[in-house]
């Protein structure tokens, strides 16, 4: 009952045409009996398919193949759920693993989450190094900027005086709107490039920040929030989570978590505040000992130094 020969259509290389034959059954008899059958086709997949949270994010450790829900009931109507191969269930691959109970998989995930956050300490630490990098990155690139805005300024003088220009008639209108046309083109491609140099700056810091503010609370975040929100947490730090058959975790990080998880990453970062800890004692310390004000100041003169942005 699906083919529009029913009523009265037929179909040649894709493209449907009104048919010679009469029809078998009137038009919205047809398009009614089409509604039943996709109501019925829903619920048919409605009953079949299970939700979670955690799906498309597991995967299996031994083949890779993504873990779906499988739900089994006992012989006294207990329902138990769990995560089972795709690959092994579809027998698409020779995968041997055994299906996970799904609140085995769920305490792994949440376990995870706080094995991997970061302290305050690291979080500053973290932070300043990677900003300082930033700040270098920038620095290296002055020299361009520069470039850019002597090329902008230029651009809008010769603007300028070509009004001027056309104002006391020395150049005609048509020569006005063709150099108008080009210079509004570079100064266009100069204005985007100065604004992408500061602002892909801006939103990498304001993205770092970000990040680190996660990473610092994750564990308490991913435990209080609903399974919508710990599908988005999860989308947001991983692309896949592989559950081994050891029920320990292999994952892969989505950027800048990938990173920002690296131990190497954590202990430069550690590094690099403990240096910049004894370079500012240091600095401290040699002001203190010159300065005659320091000196005559009794140890509760000064109000605690705020730390500028």
Not at 224 to 243: E, G, P, Y
């Amino acid at each position: 009952m699906t083919n529009p020969y029913y009523k009265g259509d037929v179909i040649y290389r894709g493209t449907r045409y009104k048919g010679n034959h009469p029809a078998l059954v009137p038009a919205e008899v047809w398009y009614q009996v089409q509604s039943v059958l996709t109501a019925h086709q829903c619920a048919v997949e409605a009953t079949q398919v299970h939700g979670h949270y955690l799906k498309g994010t597991v995967h299996c450790g031994q083949c890779g193949s993504r873990l779906i829900v499988s739900n089994a009931k006992n012989r006294h109507g207990n329902v138990y759920c769990y995560f089972v191969c795709s690959g092994r269930h579809s027998k698409r691959t020779d995968c041997t693993r055994q299906a996970m109970l799904i609140e085995d998989v769920e305490k792994l995930v949440e376990d995870y989450y706080t094995r991997v956050q970061i302290t305050p300490a690291q979080q500053d630490a973290l932070a300043g190094m990677l900003h300082h990098e930033f700040d270098r990155l920038m620095a290296a690139e002055t020299e361009e900027l520069e470039r850019l805005t002597t090329n902008r300024d230029r651009l809008e003088g010769e603007q300028d005086r070509l009004m001027q220009a056309h104002y006391a008639d020395a150049i005609p209108l048509s020569v006005l709107k063709r150099e108008q046309d080009r210079i509004v083109a570079e100064l266009d491609q100069v204005t985007r490039r100065i604004d992408a140099h500061h602002g892909d700056y801006a939103d990498a810091r304001a993205h770092l920040d970000d990040a680190l503010g996660l990473l610092a609370n994750c564990a308490d975040i991913y435990t209080r929030c609903d399974d919508t929100n710990r599908r988005l947490c999860n989308q947001a730090f991983f692309t896949k989570v592989f559950i081994d058959e050891d029920n320990e975790l292999r994952v892969e990080h989505n950027r800048p978590f990938e990173m920002l998880l690296d131990p190497q990453v954590n202990a430069n970062a550690l590094t690099w505040a403990a240096d910049a800890d004894k370079a500012r004692t240091s600095t401290n310390v040699s002001v203190g000992k010159g300065s005659s004000l320091v000196r005559g100041v009794g140890a509760t003169g000064f109000e605690p130094a705020t730390a500028r942005v």
